[in-house]
Antibody, heavy 118, light 109 residues
């Protein structure tokens, strides 16, 4: 069955970096785009951007340009999100979601919690 | 950017109909499809796809859920509402980049 399994919770200090992974199984990794979505505590879903799993080209939403990097380990069917120079407002759960060619996010990871606190 | 607007909360009685609306500031139709999708999210869980391309039921979703609309006005209907349907519902467009609505929290009266 289709699964997206994300890495575990992280506790970081301001200024540090974090890398979140999203391992896909049950389908051909390069047939679907991978999107990233942020959910701050008690808030709604915010689209961060996506990565073309065939070419590796990332696209970032305006609010996520600069400190955020999407990458792939295609041989391991894994997408990664790295956040550098962490700030308190990066405290959130981050979801990966695969998207088909109709623009439909039909499978989601379980979410990875990042807490930034001094 | 395409902005999606949802009412923040809705309270309905068990067995009644719930109608959740989503309005966009730009048309999300393109070549005969409406690029609007609906997701359900329960506390502590990831979002789950309910409806795609405005009116298509996702796999495994009960027929109590339905979607309609086009252009800039869309609705998600749950009829009849069951206790397990208490959750937050999000609309999302994929016509131009991606954006989510603010979410509608469905509660029981």
């Amino acid at each position: 069955q289709i699964q997206l399994v994300q890495s575990g919770p992280e506790l970081k200090k301001p200024g540090e970096s974090v890398k979140i992974s999203c391992k896909a199984s049950g389908y051909t990794f390069t047939d679907y785009a991978m999107h990233w979505v942020k959910q701050a505590p008690g808030k709604g879903l915010k689209w961060m951007g996506w990565i073309n799993t065939y070419t590796g080209k990332p696209t970032y939403a305006d609010d996520f340009k600069g400190r955020f990097v999407f990458s792939l380990e295609a041989s391991a069917s894994t997408a990664n999100l790295q956040i550098s120079n962490l700030k308190n407002e990066d405290t959130a759960t981050y979801f990966c979601a695969r998207e088909d060619n109709r623009g439909v996010m039909d499978a989601w990871g379980q979410g990875a919690s990042v807490t930034v606190s001094s | 950017d395409i902005v999606l607007t949802q009412s923040p909360a809705l309270a309905v009685s068990l067995g009644q109909r719930a109608t959740i609306s989503c309005k966009t500031n730009q048309n999300v139709d393109y070549y005969g499809n409406s690029y609007m999708h609906w997701y359900q999210q329960k506390p502590g869980q990831q979002p789950k796809l309910l409806i795609y391309l405005a009116s298509n039921l996702a796999s495994g979703i009960p027929a109590r859920f339905s979607g309609r609309g086009s252009g800039t006005d869309f609705t998600l209907t749950i009829d009849p509402v069951e206790a397990d349907d208490t959750a937050t519902y999000y609309c999302q467009q994929s016509r131009n980049l991606r954006t989510f609505g603010g979410g509608t929290k469905l509660e029981l009266k």
